[in-house]
């Protein structure tokens, strides 16, 4: 009985422990949970500046050892963009970062860090949905303008297709199956990177709410 006795006593002041917190100390846990959270997306944010940088590098290196002009203005482009994006990532990181600091309420704090990734996990999706058209168009420009002959390719293309509208058919078809496995592709990594520490700062707002 006295086990029991005690293994009840325990129970009901796990059960009640919440109670005798006052609101200073639930937002100082909340603050510190926060905080973790917040950090864990400064750590996607570096990631992905790293990984900017390495592919901004490698197009350049194309752009570098290529003898054709519409490679080197194809990945040149890429490149720029991509360099751009860094800059975007770094403030990105950096008004974050500014949000841990900050000497607003918690609350503030976390709709403030909520809001801004929200808009930028919706514009980083619309932006690779768009790229992608937008480099299928703009290699076929510039293959029209500079045809190249890679002896492999031209080998698959005569033993496979014996018709123009094969060639295209074939493209169509792989155009829509690669925009297909991007689409999820997308939203599986901007999940994994910023999705789901978005949803662990909305349940500390509800909390605080």
Known sequence: ??????????????????????DAD????????????????????VVEM???VLFSIAMLYVCFVS??????????????LM????FILYYLYKRTQKLTSSHQPVKANLQSAVSLLEEFVKRYFQFTMA??????VFSLILSSMEPISVPEVDKFVLHYFSARWQVLTFLGVYMIVLAVTLYYFTKWYLKKLYGNYLT????????LG
């Open 1 to 22: 009985m006295e086990l029991d006795e005690l293994k009840y006593q325990l129970n009901q002041k796990l059960a009640t422990d919440h109670a005798s917190r006052t």
């Open 26 to 45: 639930i937002a100082a846990l909340l603050k510190k949970k926060t905080s973790s959270v917040i950090g864990k997306l400064k750590r996607s944010l």
């Open 50 to 52: 790293v990984l900017c």
């Open 67 to 80: 003898d054709y002009w519409s490679i080197r203005l194809y990945f040149g482009v890429f490149a720029v």
């Open 83 to 86: 360099f751009l994006f860094t």
């Open 131 to 136: 790229m992608l058209p937008v480099c299928f």
């Open 200 to 207: 662990e700062l909305k349940k500390c707002i509800e909390e």
